[in-house]
């Protein structure tokens, strides 16, 4: 059982700035790439930004370029969203998730096998 545990969430007035963190743990498994995701009330899930674990290369959803930027530990297999900047818009419960399969784009949930339980993200005007 692979086991992902999102921590940092809270809440931040408008302009601020916060740092979510996910580690992996449990049974080992071949980490492709890891990857964020949130879910605002009455809207469907979407992608934020994910990560190639070996090449560190990263992507991110245009409503967050700019402003929130992906990294990861190897040695702590974490991988972490330092969020900028933060807006009303981006209040949402926040999962990350992790994936064994490759591919040429990381935006598609449903690649994803594993997935953290949630924190949430509450940013006030």
């Known amino acids: 059982q692979v086991q992902l545990v999102e921590s940092g969430g809270g809440l931040v007035q408008a302009g601020g700035s916060l740092r979510l963190s996910c580690a992996a743990s449990g049974r080992t498994f071949y980490n492709y790439a890891m990857g964020w995701f949130r879910q605002a009330p009455g809207k469907e899930r979407e992608f934020v930004a994910a990560?190639?674990?070996?090449?560190?290369?990263?992507y991110y959803a245009d409503s967050v370029k700019g402003r929130f930027t992906i990294s990861r530990d190897i040695a702590k297999n974490t991988v972490y969203l330092q969020m900028n900047s933060l807006k009303p818009e981006d209040t949402a419960v926040y999962y990350c998730a992790a994936r064994s399969s490759g591919g040429l784009t990381l935006s598609g949930e449903y690649e994803y096998d594993y997935w953290g339980q949630g924190t949430q993200v509450t940013v006030s005007s």
């Open positions: 990560i190639r674990w070996s090449a560190g290369s990263t």
